[in-house]
């Protein structure tokens, strides 16, 4: 049976939570040391598909700023998170952008968007 340590990220309490392969439970495991459910939702989806929401910046032109702050619409497979950045990093974008403007749709297929955290004006 497999066991998995992991501190609970959802929150700052850093809960220590312990997953446990359970073929009884629905899920397929056994989520302890969690303070509320969102702890056993994070845990289980850490030990089965980890994910993080990616805040970088991209490059753009014609603003008093040379980077633009981006983050994904939501957690995007760990294992994309470095061709994540190698696709940000071609963007060649244009002020003005608008906070909440998509600047990539779906990247990596992984229904994901990549958005301005913040508008930038033409200079
Ligand atoms: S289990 Fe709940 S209380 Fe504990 S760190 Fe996660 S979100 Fe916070």
Redesign the pocket.
């Known amino acids: 049976m497999k066991q998995y340590e992991k501190v609970?990220?959802?929150?700052?309490?850093?809960?220590r939570?312990t997953i446990t392969e359970d073929s009884d439970s629905d899920s397929g495991y056994k989520v302890e040391?969690?303070?509320?459910?969102?702890?056993?939702k994070?845990g289980i989806k850490e030990v089965t598909n980890p994910t993080r929401v990616l805040t970088t910046t991209a490059k753009i032109k014609g603003s008093h700023y040379e980077r633009l702050p981006v983050v994904t619409s939501d957690g995007i497979p760990k294992d994309k998170l470095f061709q994540c950045m190698k696709e940000i990093n071609t963007l060649k974008l244009e002020a003005p952008i608008n906070a909440g403007d998509i600047v990539i749709k779906n990247i990596l297929d992984t229904g994901i968007d990549i958005i301005a955290s913040r508008s930038m004006s033409k200079e």
């Not at 609970?8 to 809960?15: A, D, L």
């Not at 040391?33 to 056993?40: A, D, I, K, L, S």
């Open positions: 609970c990220i959802v929150c700052p309490v850093g809960c939570l040391g969690n303070n509320c459910p969102r702890g056993e994070y």
